[in-house]
């Protein structure tokens, strides 16, 4: 079973609708977790953050954590055409200092 | 801008040459990461230092590769005699601490190495 894992796409959306993007991970006692945007040929950039069950809200981004499934998404509202890039989730493994990550889901939003 | 920054952006060099390539983190974080991506994955994490002190290393990072963070402030990566396999963006990332035992990490914008 692979650490993360993550649908790799593409996933497409028409501009407006919500986008909705899935990751599960393997490591029980991981208790910090993180979505990154990365555009083509960019660095990775960090959009959201989130450590407790739930939902955490950010502008247009939701991140949901369920912890016992171990599973973690991202939905995004709204989707704009600029929001069109690679997503890749990633978390601390155990007591662990460095990220994890999945290998990312390529999203397209149509105008 | 994420306040890290990495030189050079691009490098373009031939199989069998050695590279260096140089981080310089967000001021006054004691810890600094590299990782390594290619085409299609995500980021590998390589190794990290805290302060001058290199404190793990990723099986990936092999003995043609050491890194250094000489007086805890900036860090070099070096590779030597290059492999086209070596070929990947090279990413540094500096953390804002968000707790006792993990890092919230912002990335560089990276080095890509291309080599022939």
């Known amino acids: 079973q692979k650490e993360v894992e993550q649908n790799s796409g593409p996933l497409s959306v028409p501009e407006g609708a919500i986008a909705s993007l899935n990751c599960t991970y393997s490591?029980?006692?991981?208790?910090?977790f993180f979505w990154y945007r990365q555009y083509s040929g960019k660095s990775p950039e960090l959009i959201m953050s989130?450590?407790?069950?739930g939902d955490k809200e950010d502008g247009r981004f939701t991140a949901q954590l369920n912890k016992a499934s171990q599973y973690v998404s991202l939905l995004i509202r709204d989707s704009q055409p600029s929001d069109s890039a690679t997503y890749l989730c990633?978390?601390?493994?155990?007591?662990?200092?460095?990220?994890?990550f999945g290998s990312g889901t390529q999203l397209t939003v149509l105008p | 801008d994420t306040g890290v920054s990495q030189d050079p952006r691009h490098k373009i060099t031939k199989r069998g040459q050695n590279v260096t390539f140089r981080c310089d983190p967000i001021?006054?974080?004691?810890?600094l990461y590299w990782y390594r991506q290619t085409l299609g994955q995500g980021p590998e994490f390589l190794t990290y230092?805290?302060?001058?002190?290199?404190?793990?290393k990723s099986r990936l990072l092999s003995d043609r590769f050491s890194a250094e963070r000489p007086k805890g402030s900036f860090s070099t990566l070096e590779i030597q005699r290059t492999e086209q396999g070596d070929s990947a963006m090279y990413l540094c990332?500096?953390?804002?601490?968000?707790?006792?035992?993990?890092?919230?990490?912002?990335f560089g914008p990276g080095t890509r190495l291309t080599v022939l």
């Open positions: 001021s006054e974080h004691n810890r």
């Open positions: 490591d029980r006692v991981s208790q910090s």
């Open positions: 990332a500096s953390p804002i601490s968000s707790g006792a035992s993990t890092d919230t990490q912002y």
């Open positions: 230092f805290q302060n001058e002190a290199q404190l793990e």
């Open positions: 990633a978390f601390h493994k155990a007591s662990a200092r460095q990220l994890t």
């Open positions: 989130i450590y407790s069950n």
